[in-house]
């Protein structure tokens, strides 16, 4: 108990003193997270709406398969991204291993199965409804995709914080391929490990809160830019 | 397509990684490095020789692995006989001693298997067993989990047959290994400087030293050109020339924690 309230202190005497290093981690915490889910979301939207507006043979099997690998294990999905791009393997020429973009590689792989399923399961709902309508009126199938993703936003912006969640404190994959290195690619998470091992608990404790507090805040954030949740939209 | 991938890449690459000098990676073991002391070198190393070393603290097992692919220019670690096989097979030109430290046995502050009074290790290490108090193993191929393996084969044992009632492998690195210890009250076999700098000793005391046989020696190899051609062999040649430097070698021997040596630093003058 004690150490909990030391942990509150450590992360309140961390932020007060804007300390450098934990605004260098943190902002490389946010830059990898939120580049992967803007890519993940680039590739995972525009998939999940074609989903739900295709029919076609194997559909269910797809759909069953894109369920699963929401449940990626980071650690397999950081091990495959390290040895694609280990400078012994077909990659290895790119020099990307241990860098913030291998970060983002491998937090991309695990965040757009999310982003893409959930992006299925709102618009499959709306596409019962806007159905006969989208037909009636012989729209393409890109167009249809279109007026679902738009209709669909809210949900949409739901499916995205969630893939954010799950990329901010994954540390899985990221202390494979960025390997934790001080001012390269130390974010929050590896941070936190890395307290842990020194049985630094207090500081680990801190890091861990100011994480959730950037959690919080992202999540707040795009509420507010977005307008949604607001009185007189409930 | 393959291209535009590959373009947006190095863009991305570009973007992220700032513009170094001279920069070099070197694999390192989680007990150089939660000693503290890359913290005090490598400030010096960037000031002396412009050269910023990007350090990645993992197993010696994992670090061997590292080079072997050639990921890393360099690797710091501690487990001679794998060294040795790994310059055999030419992974790395030589291996450089450059100092040693020392390990020690770590366990609950009443010695309940009373250690602390035996004259070696293979004495220390029976009283453990046949007491049956729990003992944490790190597990993981590292360098100190292979050191602790071979000292119970030195005492006549086999750690493959324990029972796991007292004989805990973890298969985690040094600092988690000395929470779980702490955490149950444990003995376990740690460097003495993990053991210096960890701040959650709970119970935890230092019960027994100084056998010559837990003499640590810490080498430094750097990766064959001739197995990976890319790799940075004249930051990772400045690196050792640094290390085994007169200042170097000072520096190692003057770094202290809480008023204790922990390295005593060996370099010969040429490899």
Sequence with gaps: MNELLAGIGDAFSLLIALDPDLLEISSLSLQVSLTAVLIAAVIGLPFGAWLSVSRFRYRRSAIAILNALMGLPPVVVGLIVYLLFSRSSPFGVFNLLFTPTAMIIAQTILVTPIIASLTHQTLRELWFQYHDLLISMNASKWQRMKTLLWEGRRGLLTASLTGFGRAIGEIGAIMIVGGNIDHLTRVLTTAIALEVGKGNFPLALGLGFILIAIAIFINMAVHILSKTEREGTW | MKRIFAASLIILNGLCSAAFASDMKLAVTTSFHNSGLSAILLPEVKKDLDLTVHVLVVGTGQALNLARRGDVDAILVHSKKAEQRFVQKGFSPYRREIMYNDFVLVGPSLDPALIGRTGNIGEALTRI???????????????????????????????????????????????AALNTASAMNAYILTDRGSWLNFKNKQELKLLYWGDEILYNQYSYLPVSTEKHPHVKMTEAIELENWLTSSKGQKMIAEFRIKGEQLFVPNAKSSP
Excluded at chain 2, 131 to 143: A, T, V
Excluded at chain 2, 150 to 157: A, E, H, P, Q, R
Aim: glycine residues 14%.
């Design chain 2, 129 to 175: 067993k046949s007491s049956g108090q729990p003992f944490i193993s790190r597990g993981d191929d590292s360098g100190t989990h292979r050191k602790e393996v071979s000292l119970w084969k030195i005492s006549g044992f086999t750690p493959k047959k324990f029972s796991k009632h007292w004989y805990k492998p973890v298969g985690a690195g040094m600092g």
